[in-house]
């Protein structure tokens, strides 16, 4: 049974940082794109990055447009992981957080996603 398990997720007062990690299991997702949503209560889920598989050993960085510089994502292959580091977090920010994983090249459509973890809740203060 494939799994994507989130966590790391918390209260955090702007300008500050969390990380948060996807935990993948059931099968090996080295070669797949794996990919960090969100979704503010009344919005529609939001592209926050992807890491997509180049070689047994990199990938390509991919962002959301209002990242700015403020995330990174990354991921470990042997493990079958990967992790959104978020710094200067903005009340904006807040939003249950989702990974996902897919095979193919493109990286921003949430349809395009074929497994989905439970999202982990991520609420900035102002």
């Known amino acids: 049974q494939v799994q994507l398990v989130e966590s790391g997720g918390g209260l955090v007062q702007a300008g500050g940082s969390l990380r948060l990690s996807c935990a993948a299991s059931?099968?090996?997702?080295?070669?797949?794109?794996m990919a960090w949503f969100r979704q503010a209560p009344g919005k529609e889920r939001e592209f926050v990055a992807a890491a997509r598989w180049l070689t047994s050993i990199t990938y390509s960085e991919n962002y959301g447009n209002f990242v700015k510089n403020r995330f990174t994502i990354s991921r470990d292959i042997a493990k079958n992981a990967v992790y959104l580091q978020m710094n200067s977090l903005t009340p904006e920010d807040t939003a249950i957080y989702y990974c996902?994983?897919?095979?193919?090249?493109?990286?921003?459509?949430?349809?395009?996603?074929?497994?989905w973890g439970q999202g982990t809740q991520v609420t900035v203060s102002s």
């Open positions: 996902a994983a897919k095979q193919g090249p493109s990286v921003s459509r949430p349809n395009d996603y074929n497994y």
């Open positions: 059931g099968r090996t997702f080295s070669t797949y794109t």
